[in-house]
């Protein structure tokens, strides 16, 4: 048994109607009956199988996969084909389309708990362990899995899935068809202190988490909530594992943020952003729309939309390749140096001789 | 209606009882009815804003505030105003003052679990789900959030509040008036192993952690229990999210740790230390008190007291921006060099010739 | 009272049987009983100490210890000792015999849920609040802490323990005596998305985790499940808190993974690999067997077996070394280097005078 995700639908579909799903061509037979996609490797006898890119297409010689979603540029290949601008798109669409799984809401648990004044949609689930907070609203066939807590007027639309443990504080907004991974943590208290003298005192932090529509973020995540205001993570962003996104931070639309990155208070990330894993952004600057920034960058002011950067602190990508590529020759650079200036001062002398004589 | 944590008291204060409250001097009408703080955009009438520093004060001209928190040697301005030398903190204090929230402890839910022998204090808020282990004593006005784990023996202090999902493991020591955010690990096992061959053989860590009195530790943080002996959080430590302490640190008082900062094992940080985000630090050093650690640095010996740092590995932070100003200047370097070799060669070639001539 | 870890046996040895017991060789009274064992600074009389190193043995004058565990090769001392080659795993040993518990599984408790199909083994402690999802199967003694998270057709190996609010999902394989700690989540998706246009389509991830036996997994760390096929984590594997493993990553066996580390996706790590805490490794590269990476580095190419690198991008530790010892050095550099410039130029201008003339 090949594992999954739980019961699956066992759904099946032609290769013409998948073609037609991700918005493809058929080569060959059109009514060849798929049930499954796999790897090129694993894909066996009735799976249909992809090649996202053309410098791999030779690995398909060696498939056992009845059939290949292939770049659309692919030369003639004996085997039925769907031919595609975006294969690796059309093997998400298809291996989504098999994945179905039967919908059927688990209602409410009598295990949960669910607090006063608490609106629930229709075909939710539910499950043992939950915490509901008073004045809380779940819309329809959301998904709240065991340990879930959501505090007091917490908001959570239609079609969310909140995995296992994942925690939503007071008065913050999670949007539709949004995915928490477990363990992640959304609105806790933004870090901030007055000083009074060596001491600290603590700054209430009353301010929201807003997360929009569409917005996936990873597991053990931390977003805290705002100082006032909102942190505001908007449509469409995915994050990763492990990120932490500081109070009244704003991610613009689409941006993609990869594991274990920081983001500090009061920035704003533009839309259609990448952060690379492990990248620290300091607060209160501003990332303009599409910028992208190379894993374990520390990026300390603001960065105008397009730009590529890399290093801690960052700066232009291309430069860094060249000084990261001169750093690894600096002992050998500090030794011609000594050399040169040795030299140099023999021909100093050397000149200053004749000059006298 | 504006976000807030749940039912706040809806306290009301005139502008001499806020400047009493914060040590300052009030400017105008005394009596003024204040029902609320908000920042200079968001403030409306009836509410108090505040200027952190002098050079924001043109800001001031556009609210809608009723009055206004500032530097004590701001120039005259024409709202009613509470001047203080520290208008951050008076904000602090503010703020809390305006989100108190009426106690109602809701006692011991019977959907938690609560081991034989647990001493409970008074006027206690235990939510369900919440699993008190064997021996363990929870001090008054203690709150544990639904999902909180504390194991044997573990002792919670007065008025500090654990929110969901935070496990304290057994014997664990969490002093008064301390914060747990959400997801928060106190008490895991420290890193220890010895080798035996190409294997490892677990070290039991039989030691524990002592977190002091208000201490704030952020969410889904890790603090490892010692090999023996403690791993010791002193008072006042505030800490962000993610962070990772190794077993037997020591963290001094009011120290400052920002998100994603790791220690390694036996490490001692001082007292009012700050450690910038996503800072390493190795084991079995010591950083002196007031040191200052940049963010990304990697600290890889001791540090002395009030010594500022910052790059992997650190030094001092100074150099290390003039450091990295010539970094990014490497590619220009080498070019300059060989450029300096080559005519270096030719001078001395032509003073060969010369000499031969 | 020394804290410890809950009730333990109260075992007690004689130094010749705690000699049998790691392999050493008594030197003095081998019927000498000892009760514990502590640090040599915490022993009393009738505990036994040990010093890891030889350049240590001076603090072992001090010690009130009744005996101590020492390198083979001590120069005689004045105290009943046992000698071996390895004194940190006898201490790793003899800690281990102190600390034995006595056995006591609690069994299933009636607040846990179990659903429809799970197997359990036999003596295992299953908490309150735990969740096992259907078809489950929970090995002989194994233990589940409160808010321990399994879903459908999980697998968990005989003796192994889940620390409060670990989370394994669907369909994911967690060997024998393998320890995950508390907050870790098993089997998140990964993080794999198909452009379309500006927007993202997720890519389902119907792939599983795998980990074998002896594995320990810190606190609050992530392992993403398989896009398809495993993430595979081989026997022995250890890692500190907060690490994170991207899809379909295997680590080889017997390697150690500190605090904060992250793999990207379909990267392979070999056997008896050391990966140094905050490390960030780049996906689809090898990490051959026996590789160390120094702390913060960053890897984004293949390492060959035992090699030995450090550096964000990450090069040969010993060539690091000078790097870092020359970047330090720059502005220095950048001096001397505008000085001989300048120096040249003279020359030159000397030369060329001199040729005129």
């Not at 499950?127 to 065991?146: C, N, Q, T």
């Not at 209430?204 to 100082?227: L, M, T, Y």
């Amino acid at each position: 048994m090949k594992p999954g995700y739980g019961e699956r639908m066992k759904a099946q579909a032609t290769l013409g109607e998948l073609a037609v799903l991700v918005g493809g061509k058929v080569e060959g037979d059109g009514s060849l009956p798929i049930r499954g996609i796999a790897s090129l490797e694993e894909a066996g006898e009735g799976e249909i199988t992809f090649v996202a890119e053309i410098k791999h297409s030779r690995r398909l010689e060696k498939t056992r996969a009845s059939a290949a979603i292939v770049p659309a540029n692919l030369p003639s290949f004996p085997k039925p084909l769907i031919r595609t601008l975006n294969p690796y798109l059309a093997y998400a669409k298809v291996q989504a389309f098999f994945q179905q799984k039967p919908f059927s809401p688990r209602g409410v648990d009598s295990r949960a708990f669910i607090g006063g004044g608490v609106k629930i949609g229709r075909e939710v689930s539910i499950y043992p362990f939950v915490h509901v907070g008073k004045g809380s609203e779940i819309g329809d066939r959301a998904v709240l899995y065991p340990g879930v807590y959501l505090g007091e007027s917490v908001r959570v639309g239609e079609g969310s899935v909140l995995y296992p443990n994942v925690v939503v504080m007071d008065c913050c907004v999670v949007g539709k068809r949004v995915i928490l991974h477990p363990g992640t943590v959304i609105g806790s208290d933004g870090f901030g202190f007055a000083r009074d003298g060596a001491k600290f005192v603590k700054i209430p932090q009353v301010g929201i988490v807003v997360i929009e529509d569409d917005v996936e973020i990873g597991a053990n995540c931390a977003v805290d909530r705002a100082a006032m205001g909102k942190t505001w993570i908007k449509r469409g962003v995915k994050t990763d594992n492990l990120i932490q996104i500081g109070h009244n931070v704003t991610v613009g639309e689409d941006t993609v943020i990869v594991a274990q990155v920081g983001i500090a208070g009061s920035t704003e990330i533009g839309n259609r952003v990448a952060l690379g894993g492990q990248v620290g952004v300091v607060g209160h600057i501003k990332i303009g729309d599409g910028a992208m920034i190379g894993a374990q960058a520390g990026v300390g002011q603001d960065v105008a939309p397009g730009q590529i950067l890399s290093g801690s602190p960052a700066f232009p990508h291309r430069e860094w390749l060249r000084a990261q590529a001169a750093f690894q020759k600096l002992p050998e650079m500090k030794r011609i140096l000594a050399d040169l200036e040795k030299r140099m001062k023999q021909i100093e002398e050397a000149i200053s001789k004749k000059d006298e004589s």
